[in-house]
């Protein structure tokens, strides 16, 4: 993969439709510690219910995706709106504009997070879930969703610390503690709580798992970063992810060591003027 480069999208998308019990098994395997992601998104999901009940009122998922996690907040506010960034989607699925009547109810409004469709104060809280990362100018965005939460509304997010090259080429950064801390506070926000995503343990085993896929569980690379599966490999290798993943996850209770860990999420809120 050419990193100066910008990469072909793919023709058709990264999701292939199958039937049946392929289906089926894939959905399942995508859960499982067979799955590379598998402690990734045991954390993602942990952090995102820690995040939850600080939500309230008129809630912006700002890169919404698919909303994965939306049912964690519909009892917990008024209105929930997705938004997401039309070159993201289209860079991963490309037959995506095709089938827009599908995504009514997922995606509210399409727009740039650096320059949002919303009136000043419009909202009570903002969610950012993996999406700071994937923005080139991560001031200009933050500046835009502290304009668009009402004074004392509330910020949520989280940020990646070690991860593989995703969603290429819209990405562009890693956070620390301070990191992420730093960019809030030139905007206004204070921050009211910062939670590890992992430790040691989990940062080791998601990397494990990533590089028994990539060097040897990898027929070719995709042009968005991630690595198409061989055939005749893969049964070989995703036992061992598996057994990775499963032996890391079990390390975690021997350590308290969280000088590495796969990201942060982040309580803040909005000066009250």
């Not at 399409?110 to 949002?116: A, E, V, Y």
């Not at 209770?253 to 969280?258: A, F």
Request: hydrophobic share 45%.
């Amino acid at each position: 993969m050419d990193l100066l480069q910008q990469p072909k999208r793919a023709e058709k998308g990264l999701i292939h439709e199958r039937v049946g019990w392929k289906k089926r098994f894939n959905a399942w395997r995508k859960r499982s510690p067979f799955s590379p992601y598998w402690i990734e998104l045991m954390w993602l999901w942990k952090a995102v219910e820690w995040l939850a009940p600080h939500a309230r009122g008129h809630l912006l998922d700002v890169g919404c995706g698919e909303r994965p996690y939306e049912e964690l907040f519909a009892s917990r506010v008024e209105r929930y709106v997705g938004l997401e960034y039309p070159p993201v989607a289209d860079n991963l699925h490309p037959e995506i504009w095709d089938k827009l009547e599908q995504l009514r109810g997922i995606v509210d409004v399409w727009g740039d997070g650096q320059r949002m469709p919303f009136r000043s104060a419009s909202f009570d809280t903002v969610l950012a879930l993996e999406m700071l990362e994937h923005v080139a100018h991560p001031d200009a965005c933050v500046a835009e969703l502290s304009r668009v939460l009402k004074p004392g509304g509330t910020l949520l997010l989280t940020v990646p610390l070690f991860a593989p090259l995703h969603q290429w080429p819209f990405d562009f950064y890693r956070y620390t503690p301070k990191g992420i801390e730093a960019v809030l506070l030139r905007h206004g926000f204070a921050v009211e709580h910062v939670l590890p995503r992992g430790n040691f343990s989990s940062t080791v085993g998601a990397m494990m798992a990533h590089w028994w896929i990539r060097t040897l569980g990898a027929s070719q690379r995709q042009h968005d970063g991630t690595v198409l599966l061989s055939r005749w490999r893969a049964p070989l290798v995703l036992p061992l992810i598996a057994l990775t993943q499963l032996f890391f996850k079990a390390c975690e209770k021997l350590s308290t060591d969280n000088g590495a860990s796969l990201g942060y999420a982040v309580v803040a809120k909005r000066a009250n003027i």
